[in-house]
C-alpha cells in the first residue's frame, strides 16, 4: 500500500523559509523511474506544480517559483524534504506531495498517481 | 503551455452526461494529458492518464479524448459521487501545468 504523507508548520510568518516535509511508504525513492512531486493549492484556486525530485537525485523547479525552492530526499527515511524561502500571504495553500507514477506505460510517467492529504499552509503576521 | 478549462461550473442531474473540456495554449502530444478528480476537502485523484487511458479501479463511465490543442473529459450517468473538481494537466518537458479546474455541481 503506497501512502504519503505532508508535515510541516501550520502557520508561518512573512518572509520565513517554510520547510515542508513528504514521508512516504510502500516503494522507494532508490528506484529507477520513481520520483516525488510537491503540488500547492490556494484556497478555492488551481493547482500548482512546484518541483519534483527524481530517483537519481536529478531536481525539477517551477520557472516562476525556481528561485525559492529546493527540494531535497533522505532515501534512509523515505522522506522528501520542500524549502521555500521567503514567504508571502499569496503562498498560503494546501500543499501537496504526490509520487510521479513510473514510466511503465506510455504517458504514465508524466502523471501522479498517489497524493498526500495535503497539509495547509498560511502564512500570516 | 496554458491550460484553459471549460465551463468553469457544470450544474447537472444525476444520470445525466457531463462533458468537461480542456484547451492547451499550443500543441503537446496526447501522451502528456491526465485529468484527476478531487472532491471538497480530498487530494486530487488520477483518472485518465494520456488523454484516454483510464487509471487503475476507475470506473468506465470515466472516458477521455482529444488530441493537438483540444481534450475532453466525459462523464456519462452521473452518480452522486461524482460531483466534485475536475482539473486537467499537461506534461511539458520539465514541468507541469494544471487547468483552473471545473465545477461539477448538482442542478
Known amino acids: 500500500q503506497i501512502t504519503l504523507k505532508e508535515s510541516g508548520p501550520t502557520v508561518v510568518k512573512p518572509t520565513q523559509t517554510l520547510t515542508l516535509t513528504c514521508t512516504f511508504s510502500?516503494?522507494?525513492?532508490?528506484?529507477?523511474?520513481?520520483?516525488v512531486s510537491w503540488i500547492r493549492q490556494p484556497p478555492g484556486k488551481a493547482l500548482e506544480w512546484l518541483a519534483l525530485?527524481?530517483?537519481?537525485?536529478?531536481?525539477l523547479y517551477s520557472p516562476s517559483l525556481k528561485s525559492r525552492l529546493t527540494i531535497s530526499k533522505d532515501t534512509s527515511k523515505n522522506q522528501v524534504v520542500l524549502t521555500m524561502t521567503n514567504m508571502d500571504p499569496v503562498d498560503t495553500a494546501t500543499y501537496y506531495c504526490?509520487?510521479?507514477?513510473?514510466?511503465?506505460?506510455?504517458?504514465?510517467?508524466?502523471?501522479?498517481?498517489?497524493w498526500g492529504q495535503g497539509a495547509l499552509v498560511t502564512v500570516s503576521a | 503551455i496554458v491550460l484553459t478549462q471549460s465551463p468553469d461550473t457544470l450544474s447537472l442531474s444525476p444520470g445525466e452526461s457531463a462533458t468537461l473540456s480542456c484547451r492547451a495554449s499550443?500543441?503537446?502530444?496526447?501522451?502528456?494529458i491526465a485529468w484527476y478528480q478531487q472532491k471538497a476537502g480530498q487530494a486530487p485523484r488520477l483518472l485518465i492518464y494520456?488523454?484516454?487511458n483510464r487509471a487503475t479501479g476507475i470506473p468506465d463511465r470515466f472516458s477521455g479524448s482529444g488530441s493537438g490543442t483540444d481534450f475532453t473529459l466525459t462523464i456519462s450517468r452521473l452518480e452522486p459521487e461524482d460531483f466534485a473538481v475536475y482539473h486537467c494537466?499537461?506534461?511539458?518537458?520539465?514541468?507541469?501545468?494544471f487547468g483552473q479546474g471545473t465545477k461539477v455541481e448538482i442542478k
Open positions: 504526490a509520487r510521479r507514477g513510473r514510466p511503465i506505460r506510455l504517458g504514465y510517467g508524466f502523471v501522479f498517481d498517489y
Open positions: 510502500g516503494f522507494s525513492l532508490t528506484t529507477s523511474g520513481v520520483g
Open positions: 525530485i527524481y530517483w537519481d537525485d536529478d531536481k
Open positions: 499550443q500543441s503537446g502530444g496526447s501522451s502528456y
Open positions: 494520456a488523454a484516454s
Open positions: 494537466q499537461h506534461y511539458s518537458p520539465s514541468a507541469w501545468t
